[in-house]
């Protein structure tokens, strides 16, 4: 029994930055349930959008009939990889590195079991670093991992170049994941590890340290960074960075991240990202080329990540906020919801009396939110049927807001025309 070619279907989406001997590795990679791993180090209490890439890869080698490996860095962790960095990281405090283990762990398996995902393995290697000594490690690591071969990777190389140096702890992260992929290979008969292009100098330590301490063939793939077409990161906004976590990035934000990309952006982010095959991917080129307006693409791509990260409710929520924010009517929100939503809107805020008895006059706060430079021209908005609450049409000129008004416990939110918009929060 064979499996799906894995390789060639990394090298159809843009996947393969570079690899080890392909010809070897398809081979390895022909017999079904074949364990691949990916790392991962909880710097934070959550994984973000550059993180993607990695899950999504170990879901399509689930999907081609092999077992994920996610290896969570307990151990690496607590020094930090030093690839792609133009300085050191801060070191964890025990008590901070061991609830980033905690959520980054139930990000993995939240993602690497979604849809019915198969057989995965996540795993700490701080479950095997434990009880090391560090003669011990020198003695059995390593004497075998020659000095110039470290100094010759090009993220070392780069750290020594530059302004800030690398220190002994972040030099020594290499051996502990070429140590890493070895004990994987002796535990679960793991022989294949992907990662970021920068990773390229981590693995193939691993790879030649497999071959000097055991006479083990280990194999690597890298991937293209998650990159926009300008070259700088993807899942970074004005606000920081795009998170998995909700309570960092909501649904809501997370889809309007994909809804926002570029049309190249989309489209390398669908072929990366997304299960969709290649022939759809296609056709999905084809439309984005004939009719861009209609950001068909990234509409699909915001769908399919925000599914994968938040599932289904998540996507409900966040098309729901989406739609809102277009002039869908206003109703089962909360303030915080209306918050997210309208955060880049101007607010006003009112006593809360002024929704009792009689109620406040619509005239007089399109004024007092700017929505109307008068009483005259909100009167004129509302006759010319350019007033609304709650995303709903108000032609009465006499109309007042009453407590039934609120889309949340606090707050409405006001609309002049097409655009213009202000929320209304009583207090």
Known sequence: ???????????????????????????????????????????????????????????????????????????????????????????????????????????????????????????????????VGYLEFLRDVGKHVPLPQMLAKDSVQSRLEGKGGLSYTEFSYMLLQAWDFVHLSDALDCRVQIGGSDQWGNITAGIELGRRLRGRELHGITCPLLTKADGTKMGKTASG???????????????????????????????RLTPLAVEELRELDARR?????????????????????????????ARKATAVLFGAEIADLDDAQLAEIFADVPSSEFPRAALDGAGLPLVEALEATK??????????????????VNNRRVADTAYRLTPRDLAGATSLVLRSGKKAYAVARFR
């Open 289 to 317: 080329a004939a009719d861009p307006a209609a950001r068909e693409s990234q509409k699909r791509l915001a769908e399919e990540l925000t599914r994968l990260v938040h599932g289904e409710a998540g996507l409900a929520a």
């Open 371 to 388: 929505l109307a430079a008068s009483r005259g021209a909100a009167r004129r908005t509302i006759e010319q049927g350019g007033a609304y």
């Open 241 to 271: 960075a795009v998170w998995l976590d909700p309570r960092r990035t909501s649904p809501f934000h997370f889809y309007q991240y994909w809804i926002n990309l570029e049309d190249d952006d989309a489209g390398r982010c669908l072929a």
């Open 1 to 131: 029994m064979t499996t799906p070619d894995l390789l060639a279907d990394f090298e159809a989406r843009g996947l393969v930055h570079q690899s080890t001997d392909a010809p070897r590795l398809r081979e390895w990679l022909a017999v079904p349930g074949r364990r691949v791993y990916a790392g991962f180090d909880p710097t934070a209490d959550s994984l973000h959008v550059g993180h993607l890439v990695a899950l999504v890869l170990l879901r399509r080698v689930a999907a081609a009939g092999h077992e994920p490996v996610a290896l969570i860095g307990g151990a690496t962790g607590m020094i930090g990889d030093p690839s792609g960095r133009s300085e050191e990281r801060n070191l964890l405090a025990p008590e901070e590195l061991a609830a980033n283990i905690a959520a980054v762990e139930r990000q993995i398996r939240g993602i690497l079991g979604a849809g019915g995902g198969g057989p995965h393995h996540v795993v700490n290697n701080a479950d095997w670093m434990r009880g």
